[in-house]
Nanobody, 124 residues
Framework: QVQLVESGGGLVQAGGSLRLTCAAS????????MGWFRQAQGKEREFVAAISWNGGRSYYADSVKGRFTISRDNAKNTVYLQMNSLRPEDTAVYYC?????????????????WGQGTQVTVSS
């Protein structure tokens, strides 16, 4: 069984920054890619960012490229999402997830375990 706990969400003004944290337990964390997804109210869940098992490869949605940075610390079983220059359209519940292989990808079907999510609200 894998447990993922997200934290770091909150309310921020447009142009501000937040750092999300996802703490993992129950699986050999370093053997799997990790990802962040988000779901805005009334919309489908969408890919945000992913990182390979050793941090050597990362992927971003076009909408966040250049503003968000995903990173991981395998010693702490933790993955991060640094979000800068936030916009009102970034408002959503953000979820971290464990991929079923090393390299990661953009499709939610590739991810086996999901956290409960953390709310990010960006005011204009």
């Amino acid at each position: 069984q894998v447990q993922l706990v997200e934290s770091g969400g909150g309310l921020v003004q447009a142009g501000g920054s937040l750092r999300l944290t996802c703490a993992a337990s129950g699986r050999t964390f370093r053997n799997y890619a990790m990802g962040w997804f988000r779901q805005a109210q009334g919309k489908e869940r969408e890919f945000v960012a992913a990182i390979s098992w050793n941090g050597g490869r990362s992927y971003y949605a076009d909408s966040v490229k250049g503003r968000f940075t995903i990173s991981r610390d395998n010693a702490k079983n933790t993955v991060y999402l640094q979000m800068n220059s936030l916009r009102p359209e970034d408002t959503a519940v953000y979820y971290c997830a464990v991929n079923h292989d090393l390299l990661g990808g953009t499709r939610s079907a590739e991810y086996d375990y999901w956290g409960q999510g953390t709310q990010v609200t960006v005011s204009s």
